[in-house]
């Protein structure tokens, strides 16, 4: 207030004019009323009545407005409202509109941009359907259409339950069969006028209306997302699940289709250096090319120069473009075994940015100096335009170093592929020395058919080509890093956390019934856990140490602040390596451009580390959801594979155990299912936390994490990409660990036993 009356030149106490009214009201953001402006004027009581009036002729004239015995300024929002979240803006942030509008009197209801604070907890973030209060304020960007920010008080109501499903017809209507593995075999009733013109098979958004207790839930379709007639549109599942923007809109195709190529104008020319790339077989864009040579300075005997060259992304999306926040809504590409949802248009990912052979490219490069013993002496950033001389594969790269090469490896062979493993040689003596965590835990990857269904699962062999191009482009990641953080410039790290305390102490205790011990005191490195893996190599706990330490590791992330890469054990890394497919790396490639001066396209002045802080957090939550709806998609499509086979028996390995039950994950496929503690032996099992255990409260029958058992597959949800399986194996015996129930828990039980193999039902 006595800001207010400053600006105003109001020294004085006295009765103040209608514009002075209006202007106080408008500059408040608390609450507004007769005494707070009696307070802010130096009125009187001998005042009030004159005060009154005013106050209401500016009501009565529509130039304020009463709401709840405060004054707004008519066709302004209060510093607190009730709103309603109807959707997302492009950059994917909530828009709200006020619950209380008078349209008519004040024309549309403002929209409000809902902040959500990084540290909230789910139970406090907002969705779209979703009532909350809001404590807003006017943005001080005039060029912004919406005038409002709001902060989250306090969710009022959620929005009614939302469920995705396939649509089965029936007589009376239809049924809806969620795709949620929890919800896997617990149907909704839909009636016949509230199907939505669903046909059977449809991929449909339905709200649950009623869930008493007797009969089955009852909802209506809301909205119609597609149909699975064929497993080729499994992903479509995860895709509108997890919410994945899979459709470019008018105005971003239009931008990628008006990108034209970049020439060597303010660029150095890089097209004689043979770069080439080695990607799999089956890749689609190509962003990534190396080469490597003998260094000529007699001041650095055995040691390489490495050329990285990477698509330059940055050239064509430019910061506030179209491109740009669509890039950041997506946040990465998402993989599905039957397509791909790239994080730009195919003009800019496979045409443009992608390195083809014999086509001119602009490109970022790293040119980066090695010793002998493979650590990096010095390195630079070039912005250029190159040519790429070859697209290789990762086999076809080994094939011709181990002496099958052909035609295109045969004229590569002395020039580009021999010095690249030379180099690589190099790099690996100073990975040994650095000591990375070294897990050993093969992928699984799924072949489809044309049809697209599942042809067959493999295990695709790790070869000396993919550890070549995963150094050369850590190597690039580490330059990036220490250019930016030497030059003061702003940037997205990529970090990983060291394990935490409460996730060490249960390793420790799991490890401890192996008979391996995990240090107490000093400081926590990843050769620490090395020699664990090296000491179980080859034994038959060897995939079940590599599960549990992998468990213990914290997840990688973004971030603006440093606190280095545990796994890698790196004091700064960034990733600069695949713009085309991670906005990350865009950010870093935008930052690497302002800070070396290579162009006016660079990271804009205002992206601080507070603005970039935010933009870490929201690229970490789209890679955690694209890792989600990958892993969904590949157990329904297993789970699809598999159903044709219910009374099978498979060989595989415990990969869960909990309270409810075992989880396993089948060698042939990788599929994981799951067995219900109930159905297991005929007795009551416990589950022992520290020993990673279900044991038989009488017999001491014991069922831990890693043993191998034999089980056979009692039903497949496709839908919900759940297995369920029966145990075939016998428990180990380990009288030490036997533990006798209580007689109530064993009169509790009785009913439940039943020999092992026999699912009830």
Request: proline share 5%.
């Amino acid at each position: 207030m006595e800001e207010f009356l400053a600006a105003h030149n109001r020294p004085q106490p006295g009765l103040p004019s209608k514009d002075d009214l209006l202007a106080f009201v408008s500059s408040q953001s608390g609450k507004v009323g007769t005494r707070e402006i009696a307070r802010a004027f130096g009125l009187k009581n001998a005042d009030g009545a004159a005060l009154k009036t005013m106050l209401r002729e500016l009501t009565d004239d529509g130039r304020l407005e009463r709401r709840r015995k405060k004054l707004h300024h008519a066709g302004t929002l209060p510093a607190v409202v009730l709103a309603d979240i109807t959707g997302r803006d492009a950059d994917g942030e909530l828009i709200a509109v006020p619950t209380e509008w008078d349209s008519q009197e004040h024309g549309e209801a403002p929209k409000i941009r809902v902040h959500v604070p990084r540290k909230a907890k789910p139970a406090e973030i907002p969705g779209v359907g979703d009532r909350a209060l809001l404590k807003t304020e006017e943005t001080a960007d005039e060029d912004d259409a919406i005038r409002y920010r709001g902060r989250v008080i306090k969710l009022v109501e959620r929005a009614k339950q939302r469920v995705l499903g396939i649509f089965r017809a029936v007589a009376e209507g239809g049924r809806l069969v969620p795709i949620d593995k929890k919800n896997a075999g617990r149907e909704l009733t839909i009636a016949p006028h509230h199907t939505g013109g669903a046909q059977d098979g449809d991929f449909v958004a339905v709200e649950v209306e009623k869930s008493g207790r007797f009969g089955l839930p009852v909802a209506h379709v809301k909205e119609r997302l597609g149909s699975l007639a064929s497993e080729k549109a499994v992903s479509l599942i995860a895709i509108h699940a997890h919410g994945i923007p899979h459709v470019f809109g008018k105005e971003v195709l239009h931008e990628a289709e008006r990108a034209r190529p970049a020439t060597l104008e303010g660029r150095e020319d890089w097209r004689e250096v043979p770069l080439v790339t080695i990607d799999p077989a089956d890749a689609k864009d190509h962003d990534d090319a190396v080469f490597a040579r003998v260094d000529t300075d007699v001041t650095n005997p055995g040691g390489f120069i490495i050329d990285v060259a990477i698509a330059d992304v940055a050239h064509y999306v430019r910061p506030g473009s179209a491109l740009e926040r669509e890039a950041l809504a997506r946040g990465n590409s998402t993989y599905f075994p039957d397509r791909v949802v790239p994080m730009l248009p195919e003009r800019i990912s496979n045409d443009l940015c992608s390195l083809r052979p014999g086509e001119d490219r602009a490109a970022l490069a790293a040119r980066m100096v090695i010793g002998a013993d493979g650590r990096k002496r010095s390195h630079a950033f070039h912005r250029v335009l190159m040519r790429s001389f070859a697209r290789l594969t990762y086999a076809q790269a080994q094939d011709a170093v181990d002496g099958r090469p052909d035609g295109v490896t045969e004229p590569l062979l002395a020039l580009v592929l021999r010095p690249l493993y030379a180099a690589y040689a190099a790099l690996k003596r100073a990975r040994e020395e650095r000591g990375p965590l070294d897990l050993d835990l093969p992928e699984r990857k799924i072949l489809l058919k044309p049809d697209g269904t599942i042809d067959r699962v493999v295990t695709p062999q790790r070869l000396d080509a993919h550890r070549l191009i995963e150094e050369f482009m850590i190597l690039a990641n580490v330059a990036a890093a220490e250019t930016l953080e030497r030059t003061r410039t702003p940037l997205v790290y990529r970090v990983h956390d060291e394990p935490s305390v409460e996730k060490l102490h249960a390793l420790r205790e799991f490890l401890a019934t192996l008979d391996i011990s995990l240090p107490k005191a000093g400081a926590l490195r990843p050769e620490q856990f090395n020699r664990i893996l090296e000491r179980v190599k080859g034994g038959d706990n060897e995939t079940l140490v590599n599960e549990v330490v992998l468990r213990s590791q914290s997840q990688a992330e973004y971030a603006a602040e440093n606190y280095g890469h545990f796994g890698l054990n790196l004091r700064r890394y960034a990733h600069f390596t695949s713009p085309i497919r991670r906005y990350a790396d865009l950010i870093v490639h935008r930052a690497l451009i302002r800070a070396l001066k290579l162009g006016d396209d660079g990271l804009p002045d205002d992206a601080d580390p507070a603005a970039l802080a935010e933009i870490g957090a929201r690229i970490s939550a789209t890679e955690r959801r694209s890792m989600a709806a990958e892993r969904e998609t590949a157990d329904r499509l297993i789970a699809h594979f598999l159903a044709d086979r219910i009374g099978a028996t498979f060989e595989g390995r415990i990969s869960g155990a909990t309270r409810a039950g075992l989880f396993v994950k089948l060698d042939e496929t990788g599929a994981d299912g799951f067995i219900p503690a109930r159905t297991i032996g005929d007795e009551y099992f416990r589950f022992h936390e520290d020993k990673r255990a279900l044991i038989g409260d009488r017999s001491g029958e014991t069922y831990r994490l890693g043993d191998r058992v034999s089980v056979r597959l009692a039903e497949a949800a496709p839908v919900a990409g759940a297995l369920r399986f029966e145990i075939l194996s016998g428990g180990r015996r380990d009288a030490g660990a036997r533990h006798r129930g209580r007689p109530q828990d064993d009169r509790a039980r009785r009913s439940e036993r039943r020999p092992r193999g026999r699912a009830r039902r």
